[in-house]
């Protein structure tokens, strides 16, 4: 997929999701707020659900589908699969299609298609209707198995349950994720062959179809049919893509005119559409559109949220308005909402982009100075600037504070940039530097080479003995290599 195009991807996939940010007030736990707080995808909330039980708490449907759909929306599908299926052994209401549609959807993602296919044979012909049915398509078109997705329509067909355009979506999602663009048209007439009402999303896929083979014409059509449908209410979603691709062809007006549609229609109560206006003005380099859109969208909504902040900060990184990006930083530091590093990050790499490295390293040395995280990455990014510049003691005061910021959880460090500021070391840095930074090196990555390089280096230019140094090598079984042996032959004879 052109990269061109993932603004529109995720405009295309996404609906108004709801707010939520932080608040002093304190509420009777729920099970929900228990659950809800466990942000590692990978731990397990089965000895929670017995826990809570164990106490003598009651649990709800209602709470578990809620807790199901949280989990979901943040992806944490292993913890949602095991939520429904902790539901359905303790047996705590009898599965519905519905339940089972989820669980069988939760599996196709967490367990893979055979798993899925396996679970939706098992089921009883009563909780086989159109939901398990286009559970299973849905597992389907996200393998992209063209031919078993089409198979399994035509049965839903046969069967009277593919009455809903959520199944013809899915097949144009299919089609347009493998690139065969040229089909999804034939799958929208279909429905409609079929007495089957495309609704928003259908004619979205279709226009994203037509502008992706720069047809604007195909766009155009497809668009009017859309605004002629009586069932259908015109959203802010459909103008921001014609928007989009309007700008993409050149055709600044005709996209204005677009952004003005998209924005009369916005949801007031979520920023996500403003959000998305903001990132096409910003696009267009059209800083005043951006700033009053920021300020409609502050009054507009009750509270803004991490995201917002994210978006307006990155449209004005775009930009290069740095003075107006750091007020909207201040903006967020006393906002009350949960502290979050990508919100300062966006401005830090934005220095640094810019070759601003010394406003990139105060800003993370002033979170730092408060108790807020940083992360190793952005400091070796703000390091690998130095570099670039040759300026390299202050590449290593940022790697440094790199190591020291570093976590278990988190990535290594970049190879690269260690070993060139361990080859800086080696050269000009004395034994007992070289040595606090190996050993602090040592203990976030495996030893290797450039490592001993560097130690023996500086223990050659200080004068001192090597043979330990060598020994260690051995003692690691780091191998020498003709650039270990270029080193020792500058020992003085």
Not at 180 to 196: D, F, I, P, R
Not at 349 to 373: P, Q
Request: glycine residues 6%.
């Amino acid at each position: 997929m052109d990269p061109k195009l993932s603004f529109v991807k995720t405009l295309i996939r996404n609906t108004i999701t709801s707010r939520s940010y932080c608040t002093s007030r304190t509420k009777k736990p729920t099970l929900y707020m228990v659950i809800s707080p466990l942000g590692n995808k990978k731990q397990t909330v089965t000895p929670e659900l017995d826990n809570w039980v164990s106490k003598g708490n009651k649990v709800s449907v209602a709470e578990l589908h809620r807790i199901i759909r949280g989990l979901r929306k943040r992806k944490h599908f292993p913890q949602a699969l095991e939520v429904s299926e902790w539901m359905n052994k303790k047996s705590v209401s009898k599965f519905r299609p519905s339940e089972h549609a989820v669980q069988l959807d939760l599996i196709g993602r967490v367990r893979g298609l055979v798993s899925a296919e396996e679970y939706f044979s098992k089921l009883g012909d009563e909780d086989k209707d159109c939901r398990t049915y286009g559970a299973l398509l849905n597992c389907y078109v996200r393998q992209l198995q063209t031919e078993k997705s089409l198979a399994h329509l035509c049965k839903m067909q046969e069967l009277g349950f593919a009455s809903s355009p959520l199944d013809y979506n899915g097949i144009m999602c299919l089609y347009t994720n493998s690139g065969q663009h040229e089909k999804v048209h034939g799958v929208l007439a279909e429905m409609k062959e079929n007495n089957v009402s495309p609704d928003n999303f259908s004619y979205r896929i279709c226009i994203n179809s037509y502008a992706v083979r720069s047809d604007l014409e195909g766009v155009e059509k497809v668009l009017k049919e859309m605004e002629g449908q009586p069932h259908i209410v015109m959203d802010w979603n459909t103008y921001a893509v014609v928007a989009d691709f309007y700008m993409k062809a050149g055709q600044t007006n005709k996209a204005i005119e677009a952004l003005k549609k998209s924005e009369e229609r916005l949801d007031t109560e979520s920023g996500l559409g403003y959000n998305f206006l903001i990132s096409l003005y910003a696009n267009m380099g059209n800083k005043d559109e951006v700033l009053r859109l920021w300020s409609l969208e502050k009054s507009a909504c009750k509270r803004c949220i991490n995201r917002d902040y994210i978006c307006m900060l990155v449209s004005l990184v775009k930009l290069g308005e740095f003075e107006e990006a750091e007020m909207v930083l201040k903006e967020w530091d006393m906002s009350g909402n949960c502290y979050d590093f990508r919100v300062p990050q966006t401005v830090v790499v934005g220095y640094s982009t810019k070759g601003l490295h010394e406003r990139a390293e105060a800003l993370l040395e002033d979170l730092m100075e408060k108790g807020k995280a940083t992360t190793l990455q952005c400091w070796e990014f703000v390091a690998s600037g130095y570099v670039a510049k040759g300026e390299m003691e202050k590449a290593f005061k940022c790697v440094k504070v790199a190591l020291s910021v570093w976590t278990k959880e988190g990535r290594r460090p970049n190879d690269s940039l260690f070993t060139t500021i361990l080859s800086w070391l080696g050269d000009e840095c004395s034994v007992e530097v070289v040595e606090v930074f190996v050993g602090s090196l040592r203990k976030v990555m495996p030893v290797n080479k450039p490592m001993y390089h560097a130690l023996l280096k500086a223990y050659i230019r200080g004068g001192e003995e090597v043979s330990t140094i060598v020994d260690r090598m051995k003692t690691d079984k780091i191998d020498h290599d003709e650039e270990t042996s270029k080193i020792l032959d500058m020992r003085p004879t």
